[in-house]
């Protein structure tokens, strides 16, 4: 579970800046890698939960 923040928290701070950058910037390499770390950390959130899910549903 402390996993699961750390990893939403250090998601939502690097998107964040990403995209402070890309508004500093106008370069779109910061819009698209703000992008692709939110999709990144959304599927490895999912892939987590799953598996913590799956191990209560054959626990019990």
Partial sequence: ???IRFLLIFGVIA???SFGVY???R???YLRFAW???RFCGM???VV????AM???ILY
Avoid at 49 to 52: E, I, L
């Fill in 1 to 3: 579970m402390l996993v």
């Fill in 15 to 17: 998107v964040a800046v």
């Fill in 23 to 25: 508004l500093l910037t």
């Fill in 27 to 29: 370069d779109k390499r």
């Fill in 36 to 38: 692709q770390l939110f």
């Fill in 44 to 46: 490895v959130l999912l």
């Fill in 49 to 52: 939960a799953s598996v913590m």
């Fill in 55 to 57: 191990g209560r549903i």
